[in-house]
Every structure is written in C-alpha cells, then in structure tokens.
C-alpha cells in the first residue's frame, strides 16, 4: 500500500497550500457498506414505522378538513393493500395486519361521527355544488370502510356490506348527475364550514370497489355502468 501526496489550491484559500492524503491500494481496499436485502418482513416493519400518523378527526369544520383527512386515510390503505399482496403469511404479519385494519376501522368510525355532526350544523348553508361533495365524501368513506374490512385473514365476510355497495352507487350517480345538469352558486358564505374542496378523493375508486368486490352482480353492473359514463366525459 503506498500513500501519495498531491498539493492543490483549496477552494476556501486559493493562496495557500492544500494536502491531500490520495491512498493507494494495489489490493482489496476498505470493505464496501451495502444496504440490506429488503425483505417482507421488512416491508411489513416499513409500513409500520414510516407511514405517517393518522390526522385527528375529532371534530370537522369545513369540508377541505373532511376532504384532506378521509385522502389521507385512503392513501394508507393503498399502501396497506399493496403491502398485504406481497407479504408471505406469518403469524407475525398477520397481527401488524389485524392492528392496522383495527387503527383504520377506528378512525372511520370517529371520522363518520365528527362529519355526520359537521353536516347537523353546516347542512343549511351549503349550496348544491357543496351537497355533491358531501355526497363524494361519503361514498368514499363507505369504499374505505370496505377496504378496511377485508384487509388480511379473518376479514368481514363482504356479503355484509351489500347496503354499503348499493349506497355507494346511489351517491356516485347523484355525484355524476349533479355534474351533468346545471349547477346552481356555490355558497356565498364566509363561514369557515362552508368553504369549498380541494380536489383528491372522486367517485372512480368507490366505484372501482363495488364492480371489484361485491358479490353482487347487477350492482356491479351498475357500477360499471357509471365508470364507463365517466370514461366517456
């Protein structure tokens, strides 16, 4: 092993002299660091340990926080799903699944009471275009809560979601009627429960988790029916 020298100007003091210690190896040098392997194992420690916390729902008080708070929701069973596809079954996975699908399910509940009590006092003031996405919203909560029931071994059997399939149609072709017609104003109201909605959540995957899921035929047909409604817009 030979150490060289080589004298250069440095950057921070162009008149003086810099050293630097190039080393020289003519056999294996340090050994390399490697990440480890991912494994599923890890994946499932992943989701875990980095997945962001759960927004506090326990009261709403405009529809951007009902909005941004159930997208939120949406997105860690997404993530969750995808993680549940590739995972070897374990015991071990089993109950970080079951803890999860425990989490989610307790914060649909707390979230549907903090908005069924935001509609009981901002119903009133809302114009047509705000009713439709109050609408949206609560078909996409009736999706999550399905997602969230079937998620690893020992799910709810879907059968007894056929109520929550039917109403999530009803609410999707009342979102895409209300966008067909005419829309009356929005509300004029400077009320801070009454403010308009971000754009993120859509009727496109409650109905994708009708036609995908539900054992009934002609409601999947009907959902399906709405989805090619929206391809054609």
Same mark, same amino acid.
């Given at each position: 092993?030979?150490?060289?020298?080589?004298?250069?100007?440095?950057?921070?003091?162009?008149?003086?002299?810099?050293?630097?210690?190039?080393?020289?190896?003519?056999?294996?040098?340090?050994?390399?660091?490697?990440?480890?392997?991912?494994?599923?194992?890890?994946?499932?420690?992943?989701?875990?340990?980095?997945?962001?916390?759960?927004?506090?729902?326990?009261?709403?008080?405009?529809?951007?926080?009902?909005?941004?708070?159930?997208?939120?929701?949406?997105?860690?069973?997404?993530?969750?799903?995808?993680?549940?596809?590739? #995972? %070897? &079954?374990?015991?071990?996975?089993?109950? *970080?699944? @079951?803890? =999860?699908?425990?989490?989610?399910?307790?914060? $649909? /509940?707390?979230?549907?009471?903090?908005?069924?009590?935001?509609?009981?006092?901002?119903?009133?003031?809302?114009?047509?275009?705000?009713?439709?996405?109050?609408?949206? #919203? %609560? &078909?996409?909560?009736?999706?999550?809560? *399905?997602? @969230?029931? =079937?998620?690893?071994?020992?799910?709810?059997? $879907? /059968?007894?979601?056929?109520?929550?399939?039917?109403?999530?149609?009803?609410?999707?072709?009342?979102?895409?009627?209300?966008?067909?017609?005419?829309?009356?104003?929005?509300?004029?109201?400077?009320?801070?429960?009454?403010?308009?909605?971000?754009?993120?959540?859509?009727?496109?995957?409650?109905?994708?988790?009708?036609?995908?899921?539900?054992?009934?035929?002609?409601?999947?047909?009907?959902?399906?029916?709405?989805?090619?409604?929206?391809?054609?817009?």
């Amino acid at each position: 092993m030979t150490v060289t020298t080589v004298k250069h100007r440095t950057a921070d003091s162009p008149s003086v002299l810099g050293t630097i210690h190039l080393q020289a190896s003519s056999g294996l040098g340090s050994p390399r660091s490697h990440a480890p392997p991912t494994t599923k194992s890890s994946m499932a420690f992943a989701f875990t340990s980095r997945d962001l916390p759960m927004p506090n729902v326990t009261f709403l008080t405009t529809l951007n926080q009902a909005h941004a708070t159930l997208l939120h929701c949406w997105n860690k069973l997404t993530r969750l799903t995808a993680t549940c596809a590739v #995972l %070897k &079954a374990s015991r071990a996975h089993d109950e *970080i699944i @079951a803890k =999860e699908r425990k989490q989610v399910e307790s914060w $649909l /509940d707390r979230w549907e009471q903090a908005f069924t009590e935001y509609l009981s006092s901002a119903m009133a003031s809302m114009g047509s275009d705000e009713l439709t996405q109050c609408r949206l #919203l %609560k &078909a996409n909560h009736l999706s999550s809560t *399905i997602v @969230a029931a =079937e998620l690893g071994p020992g799910g709810t059997d $879907l /059968d007894a979601f056929e109520l929550e399939f039917l109403a999530i149609i009803e609410l999707s072709d009342a979102v895409l009627r209300a966008r067909q017609g005419t829309h009356s104003p929005q509300s004029t109201t400077s009320s801070p429960i009454a403010s308009s909605v971000t754009a993120g959540l859509d009727v496109v995957n409650p109905l994708h988790v009708v036609a995908n899921h539900c054992n009934k035929i002609e409601l999947r047909q009907r959902a399906n029916e709405l989805l090619l409604r929206l391809s054609r817009r």
